[in-house]
């Protein structure tokens, strides 16, 4: 079974950026379509960007214009490169692939605070 390892959270500063990773046990990224989801305390996990394999992307409107998901299929990595961040951006943030194939990781923190 396909594994995802997220890294790149932190403590920020609002209006700083982070860059977020999403590591593959397997070189999948090439075949399938992958998201970015998080969990805020106390709320439900939402998708939060979709990288298809053609390249198309999708952001949830609180994120457009401020977050970048890309990819290298090479390398099995996902990134979220986050920009201008808000203290509501505070989360726990995930990846896995369109069918949910992964068990969910831990995750990498994300915390957006002066």
């Known amino acids: 079974q396909v594994q995802f390892v997220e890294s790149g959270g932190g403590p920020v500063q609002p209006g700083g950026s982070l860059r977020l990773s999403c590591a593959a046990s397997e070189s999948i990224f090439s075949t399938i379509t992958m998201d970015w989801y998080r969990q805020a305390p106390g709320k439900e996990r939402e998708l939060v960007a979709r990288?298809?394999?053609?390249?198309?992307?999708y952001y949830t409107g609180s994120v457009k214009g401020r977050f970048t998901i890309s990819r290298d299929n090479a390398k099995s990595t996902m990134y979220l490169q986050m920009n201008n961040l808000k203290p509501e951006d505070t989360a726990v943030y995930y990846c896995?692939?369109?069918?949910?194939?992964?068990?969910w990781g831990q995750g990498t923190q994300v915390t957006v605070s002066s």
């Open positions: 990288s298809w394999r053609d390249t198309t992307t």
């Open positions: 896995n692939d369109i069918n949910l194939s992964a068990d």
